[in-house]
């Protein structure tokens, strides 16, 4: 590893292996390690005997009642793929889908009023849904069609609006929306965690009820699509892209001394040092270089049988909005996967339960959810704590990734990862598909043509 | 093709040390043609080839190693789902076939459960070197429930026919697992020009 390249990524959580797999496409020389002996750090997804180890100690091993360890495959930060959102651009850009198989998650469900109710799929099914029976149908469908047909460079389905500007809590006045339509379309549809969303400019809640929407028409069923083994498999699909295109990989590399000097970075491990123009991280790397900013407490929850009143649905999210949780600031979020879509024994149902931490006794902020879950059979719960980087890393060229966060789907994953890739480049990443993977594609093409 | 022909598709994956011939045996048994000085890999993520059967058709999605073996840290995900596997040493290389041992080892604790695995001992037309016998080999592999055959990617000796012997061993039934054609609709994402 005594070699000059021109950057050096530590960690192997999906943002790094992503930013690894783009470089590695422009021709750029990455040598990627980790600390760890496998591929994911935070973002892998675990078998139950490295499950019970992490949580329970060295040496335990998962009871014989659960079945084979090696059919598990746990994620430990739980989030569905919005089928239209950015992830979904990110592996049809690097043509990464290629290595993965998806499902669909069979549904969307919002708590309210002590019930769970399934999220209407579209405004006609909106409409006759029970949800809608607790607010006025006739406002709601004017401002659905509002959003739908909004555009931003066609001033006339603005309605006078400036999006840009205008706060989304006056825009619900305009159209007459009360207190619990507003909670869905903020929390169910526009999944926003907590109300923050409120006072800031309008736009981005249409754009996210956009992308619901888009999201929903894909596959019907829900906005969601999930990886067949987990969603481990994804930062290894991106190492295998980066790695293809010349990537050099090393895990169990501990990493002893990183240094800043005449324009490079020196990266030594175990006793060598490998030099780069620039480093990419996750926090982990770099304590010093980070702060952080809250904690998150997720649950891991193995279940028997599938979370009742869900139609016996294999997968689901379940959104708990803050005001359905007593006096809460954070949205709680259940998402739940089984079987089929490999990632545990038959029969098993994993459901993981997650929030932003708003006191000093985070399992307890959870109870809501745990409620609604039916018998719990194991608990794994862990409170982490969220960084993000102390500066931006064109001065150090030490660009750092910021912690994964609660929400429920890779959006803001895909954001962070599209800013350092403009802070490393100075350039936007483009998510049309790559000419080099293009020209790729078009060679395997030809091969497949001239087989017959 | 008839209607009447079936077609079955299956991952199969090579494993093996570094320089053993894993990309030469793809590209004799898929382009046909074979290159003195091979680059180590880079660029290639799957080719397909199909087998023809007496009433079935078997197409191989092959998936080659990215160098990332190089270093042992191939990514499970490599080899997860996988139908098939082909497992390449070099025969004038003892090490290669400590390393195929250990590859085999590795498959059947986390590979599929019914995956078909099959020995390769390549550059068989270097016999004059040889390291490891054949009987060795053979006796592994039958002990392990393993295909086994000794090739040449360079003069194509048994290439196709490895090939043939996996697609006649693998199931032909429709089966629950992914990565076949006859998994149970979990459905394709878009293509781009659905999605961009
Ligand atoms: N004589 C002879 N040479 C071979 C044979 N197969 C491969 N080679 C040569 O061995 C070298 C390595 O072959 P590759 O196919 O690149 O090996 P690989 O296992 O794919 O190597 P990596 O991709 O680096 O892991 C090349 O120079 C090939 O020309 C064979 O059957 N006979
Ligand atoms: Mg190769």
Redesign the interface.
Same mark, same amino acid.
């Given at each position: 590893m005594d070699e000059h390249y021109d950057c050096i990524v530590l960690g192997t959580g999906l943002k790094e292996c992503i930013i690894s797999g783009l470089l590695s496409v422009e021709g750029k020389k990455v040598l990627h390690m980790d600390r760890n002996g496998y591929y994911g750090g935070e973002s892998a997804s675990l078998s139950l005997d490295q499950l019970f180890e992490k949580f329970r100690g060295k040496g335990t091993k998962a009871p014989p009642t659960f079945g084979s360890s090696r059919e598990y495959s746990v994620d430990l930060i739980p989030k569905f793929i919005l089928s239209s959102g950015l992830l979904v651009k990110m592996l049809l850009h690097t043509d990464v889908v290629r290595y993965l198989e998806f499902k669909v998650v069979d549904g969307s469900y919002v708590k309210q009023s002590n019930k769970i109710h399934k999220v209407p799929s579209t405004d006609t099914e909106a409409l006759a849904s029970p949800l809608m029976g607790f607010f006025e149908k006739f406002s709601a469908k004017k401002f659905f069609a509002f959003v739908q047909d909004y555009e931003d460079d066609k001033p006339s389905t603005h309605n006078g609006m400036d999006l840009k500007k205008m706060p989304m809590k006056d825009v619900f006045k305009k159209f007459g929306l009360n207190a619990d339509t507003i909670d869905f379309i903020g929390h169910a549809v526009s999944l926003y965690l907590n109300d923050d969303y409120l006072e800031k400019p309008a736009i981005e809640t249409v754009n996210r009820m956009k992308l619901y929407a888009e999201s929903m028409l894909k596959y019907k069923k829900s906005p969601y699509i999930y990886p067949l083994y987990g969603l481990g498999e994804l930062p290894q699909s991106f190492a295998r892209l980066s790695a293809i295109y010349g990537g050099t990989y090393m895990l169990n590399k501990p990493i002893e001394k990183v240094t800043f000097n005449d324009g490079k970075v020196h990266v030594t491990s175990e006793g060598e040092t490998a030099t780069a123009d620039y480093v990419v991280a996750d926090p982990t790397y770099f304590p010093d270089k980070v702060k952080k900013s809250g904690r998150i407490i997720r649950a891991i929850c193995i279940l028997n049988a599938p979370i009742p009143n869900t139609s016996n649905s294999e997968s689901v999210q379940i959104i708990l909005p803050q005001k359905q949780c007593g006096n809460r600031k954070n949205d709680i979020y259940v998402g739940v996967i089984s079987s089929s879509h490999f990632v545990c024994a038959k029969g098993k149902f994993i459901a993981i339960v997650s929030t932003t931490v708003e006191t000093e006794n985070p399992e307890k902020e959870l109870e809501p959810a745990y409620n609604l879950l039916g018998p719990i059979v194991e608990k794994f719960v862990s409170v982490t704590d969220f960084y993000e980087p102390i500066t931006d890393g064109t001065q150090d060229k030490c660009f750092i990734s910021k912690s994964y966060d609660a929400t429920s789907h890779f959006e803001t994953t895909c954001a962070d990862v599209m800013d350092i890739y403009k802070r490393i480049t100075g350039k936007d990443l483009v998510l049309t598909i790559h000419p080099n993977i293009l020209q790729q594609q078009k060679e395997q093409q030809d091969e497949e043509g001239s087989e017959n | 093709m008839n209607n009447n022909n079936k077609i079955f598709q299956f991952k199969l994956v090579l494993l093996g040390e570094a320089a053993v011939g894993k990309s030469s045996l793809v590209l004799r048994f898929? =382009?046909g043609h074979f290159l003195d000085y091979q680059e180590s890999t @880079? $660029?290639? %993520?799957?080719? %397909?080839?199909?087998v023809c059967l007496n009433d079935t058709t078997v197409k191989f999605e092959i998936w080659d190693t %990215? !160098?990332?073996e190089? /270093?042992?840290?191939l990514? #499970?995900? /490599?080899y =997860? $789902?996988a139908q098939a596997a082909i497992v390449v040493y070099d025969i004038r290389s003892e090490d290669s076939f400590e390393r195929a041992i250990k590859w085999v080892k590795e498959l059947q604790?986390?590979g599929s459960p019914n995956i078909v695995i099959a020995l390769a001992g390549n550059k068989l037309d270097l016999a004059a070197k040889r390291r490891v016998e054949t009987a060795e080999a053979q006796q592994y592999a039958e002990e392990n429930g393993l295909l086994f055959m000794e090739t040449s990617a360079k003069t194509s000796q048994n290439v196709n026919e490895l090939f043939v012997e996996i697609a006649k061993k693998l199931p032909k039934t429709p089966t629950t697992r +992914? !990565?076949s054609a006859q998994?149970q609709s #979990? #459905?394709p994402? +878009?293509t781009?020009t659905t @999605?961009?």
């Open positions: - | 898929v =382009r @880079i $660029g290639a %993520a799957f080719l %397909a080839q199909t %990215a !160098g990332q190089r /270093y042992h840290t990514a #499970p995900m /490599y =997860r $789902g604790r986390q +992914p !990565g998994t #979990p #459905p994402l +878009p781009s @999605i961009l």
